[in-house]
């Protein structure tokens, strides 16, 4: 057990919609980190937060945004929905250090979309 | 040119084999760090070993084995008797500091192990 949790473990739902995705980090960690792993593009990084700011940006569509609140929990908000964005979805968290990056990651929410 | 580079999607081993995993990395950035996880069956992200690009000490954690070479910008992973249970899905992932500070990881696709009884 990583102590990173996220919620929900399963989602299904359908084209257009829009969900939220749930990551609590470990206690003590500072940043969190976003993931999407899918058969197509593999295990890539969406966009992480450090201490309720945005950080850094990776391959996140404008359809999906995410932040921080003051307890350091992250929410991932996915939009308009499209079959391909059917994905395992990862939460990360770490102590953000000068030069220690570390990353545990939660158990994951799978998204599918019909 | 992928940064991370796992040539092989699939190994498959008998118990008690040796087997490396290899993984081949492109940076520029002289301060970066290389990790590698490993994903079982169950889905689970699982932090194997952390080592920055200063030490290129080879590292040793029961009969799991890394292999660093700046010169071959390669960072294998060896895993000694292997067992069932190490069959899983491993990801080297390279870390380089990003316009903001923070040092964000790329993954290689992976190399799913398969060890048969």
């Known amino acids: 057990d990583s102590g990173v949790t996220q919620t929900p473990k399963h989602l299904i739902t359908a084209t257009g919609q829009r969900v939220t995705l749930r990551c609590s980090p470990r206690?003590?960690?500072?940043?969190v980190y976003w993931y999407q792993q899918s058969l197509d593009q593999g295990l890539q990084f969406l966009i992480q937060?450090?201490?309720?700011?945005?950080?850094a940006k990776g391959n996140i569509l404008e359809r999906f945004s995410a932040q921080q609140f003051p307890d350091l929990h992250s929410e991932l908000n996915l939009s308009s929905l499209e079959l391909g964005d059917s994905a395992l979805y990862f939460c990360?968290?770490?102590?953000?250090?000068?030069?220690?990056?570390?990353?545990?990651f939660g158990p994951g929410t799978r998204l599918t979309v019909l | 040119a992928q940064k991370v580079t796992q040539a092989q999607t699939e190994i498959s081993v008998v118990e008690k084999e040796d087997v490396t995993l290899d993984c081949v990395y492109e940076?520029?950035?002289?301060?970066?760090?290389l990790f590698w996880y490993k994903q079982p069956p169950s889905g689970e992200l699982v932090f194997l070993i952390r080592?920055?690009?200063?030490?290129?000490q080879n590292e040793i954690s029961g009969r799991y084995s890394w292999n660093f070479q700046k010169s071959t910008s390669s960072f294998n992973f060896t895993i000694t008797a292997s067992q069932v249970v190490d069959s899983a899905v491993y990801f080297c992932?390279?870390?380089?500091?990003?316009?903001?500070?923070?040092?964000?990881?790329?993954f290689g696709r992976g190399t799913s192990l398969i060890v048969h009884p």
């Open positions: 937060y450090y201490n309720g700011e945005e950080r």
């Open positions: 990360a968290s770490s102590v953000e250090g000068l030069d220690y990056n570390e990353q545990f």
């Open positions: 080592r920055n690009s200063f030490d290129e």
């Open positions: 992932a390279l870390s380089e500091p990003s316009s903001g500070g923070s040092y964000i990881p790329t």
């Open positions: 206690s003590g960690d500072l940043s």
């Open positions: 940076t520029r950035d002289t301060t970066y760090y």
